[in-house]
């Protein structure tokens, strides 16, 4: 990996307002990166966007995706629901779109990303139940 393009998200604009999990987020990416001897493109952040939203769907996801793949770069994200809470976007970001890389899991195989995109999902689906309850 030559370079990346960093993506960070968070769901609520009480988040966005807050700044410290874009921040987090962002100097993880950094960090990873530096460490990696890696040229970060670009950072994109989508501010108030829930992990539900379709990854084309999203401002500046979709962005990020379309100069990764003119680029030739990875999207690097924090953590693998930072992309998606959904399966289905997840496996379709690995099979039709670009390389990702989770800073958490930087090695993990394409098996591990799925059961961890189904647990995403799960506590999306938790957090909903949670909320209406």
């Known amino acids: ?6 993506y960070v998200r968070c769901s609520t604009q009480r988040q ?3 700044g410290l ?3 987090d987020q962002r100097e993880r ?4 990166c530096k460490e990696r001897g890696v040229e970060v493109i670009g950072i994109y952040v989508d501010e108030g966007v829930s992990g539900k939203v379709a990854p084309e769907e999203r401002p500046y996801l979709s962005q990020a995706l379309q100069v990764a793949r003119q680029e030739g770069a990875k999207i690097v994200v924090a953590k693998l629901d930072r992309l998606s809470r959904e399966v289905h976007c997840v496996a379709g970001l690995m099979k039709h779109q670009v390389d990702f890389v989770v800073v958490e899991h930087p090695d993990a195989p394409s098996f591990l990303l799925h059961i961890l995109a189904s647990m995403n999902q799960f506590e999306r689906e938790q957090i909903s139940k949670r ?3």
């Open 21 to 23: 999990g874009l921040e």
């Open 131 to 133: 909320t209406k309850d």
């Open 1 to 6: 990996m030559n370079k990346a393009v960093i």
């Open 29 to 32: 990416c950094l960090s990873f």
């Open 16 to 18: 966005a307002k807050s």
